[in-house]
């Protein structure tokens, strides 16, 4: 189910409905919903983020029908109680604790300002003094009543039960009309920002982000998982080969991509020691030397100092990924993922059709 997230939610809200969905339904408490998956060999599990509400679901053929009840139930009755959400409100304070200050993490807490669809480290736990029984309800009826959605199914071929699974989809309520539109989350940084925090270790964890704007074309997102590949990887101009293997300045080093609606993401991430406070006569000053090394390789892309055969090996990894897509999880995302999307079920192969191109 896709949602548009409302502004008046408590930031802590999604975070705590996503923890309650593993504890059972009103129907069947945790122990007996996990007995019920083991002794049928089944397994149910949703997932609550700003955008969408995730149900998976998997099982022999033969019991399609008793997943799909378990499923219906856990979607429509998550066991949003006062017990319940002192329980998820707890976990996630632990787990958030737990959490260390990683350069991603002090990255996120400043794009969750340009970005209503991420919320930082200190807004959940500030959403999780306040929030009450009735803000997580209050969401999840808004989900189910607000949303759009889309279902994929893999079955087995010599399973010829196609219309009896569509017609079982159908006991589903009823959603909004599919309609699919990017948001504008992109916004320009006109100036580069440097978010720092300082923590009591001899390592450095360094993340230097770019932002752009992005349509999600098939040929865009090939062109951009080469160039990701190229910078990450390759034996020429590649981050791992020239700052770890040759100049050992890291532990690990690595780019990568991703994108959020129309806002596009390129970072190199590096993790590298620092010089040691008690030994004030040797520099190592790795942490410049790192960004330097940065900006030296993205030139080298710029200026296509890579090789052929990096860039060939680099449209064979991506053909290859796209092909290794049979775990069910996998396959069906990218069909869920097609469908979310301009270009339909077909959106994977019309990615790989592209490499070529390229």
Not at 76 to 104: C, F, H
Not at 121 to 135: A, N, P, R, S, Y
Not at 174 to 194: A, G, I, M, R
Not at 200 to 228: G, H, R, V
């Amino acid at each position: 189910l896709y949602y548009d997230y409302p502004e008046w939610a408590n930031p802590a809200a999604t975070f705590v409905l996503n923890s309650i969905y593993d504890n059972g339904t009103q129907n069947m408490p945790e122990d007996e919903f996990k007995q019920y998956e083991e002794e049928n060999n089944i397994g149910v599990s949703q997932c609550v983020s700003t955008k969408s509400l995730n149900l998976v679901g998997t099982s022999a053929d033969i019991d399609f029908d008793k997943a799909f009840k378990l499923s219906k139930d856990l979607l429509y009755s998550p066991n949003i109680t006062e017990k319940e959400v002192n329980k998820a409100i707890q976990d996630i304070r632990d787990s958030l604790g737990r959490l260390k200050d990683t350069s991603g993490a002090v990255f996120n807490n400043y794009e969750s300002k340009n970005d209503r669809y991420r919320i930082s480290k200190q807004e959940i736990l500030d959403g999780l003094d306040t929030i009450t029984v009735e803000d997580v309800k209050k969401l999840h009826n808004y989900i189910i009543n607000n949303s759009y959605g889309s279902i994929a199914m893999n079955y087995s071929k010599e399973n010829n039960s196609k219309e009896q699974y569509v017609n079982t989809f159908s006991q589903l309520r009823q959603v909004q009309p599919f309609e699919y539109k990017v948001k504008n989350v992109y916004k320009d940084n006109l100036n580069p920002v440097v978010n720092t925090k300082s923590t009591n270790n001899s390592q450095a964890d360094i993340l230097q982000t770019y932002k752009y704007k992005i349509s999600q074309t098939p040929k865009e997102i090939a062109t951009l998982d080469i160039l990701n590949t190229l910078l990450s990887s390759s034996s020429s101009i590649g981050l791992f080969n020239t700052l770890r293997e040759k100049e050992h300045l890291a532990y690990s080093v690595s780019s990568d991509y991703s994108h959020n609606e129309d806002c596009g993401y390129l970072s190199c991430n590096i993790l590298t020691t620092t010089d040691d406070k008690n030994d004030s006569e040797k520099s190592y000053d790795n942490v410049q030397k790192s960004i330097n090394g940065f900006h030296r390789q993205i030139n080298c892309l710029l200026n296509s100092e890579y090789t052929d055969e990096d860039f060939e090996s680099a449209k064979r990894k991506l053909k290859a990924e796209l092909l290794n897509s049979e775990g069910v999880s996998s396959k069906l995302g990218r069909i869920t993922g097609g469908i979310h999307s301009e270009f339909g079920i077909n959106r994977i192969n019309e990615i790989y059709n592209e490499i070529d191109n390229i």
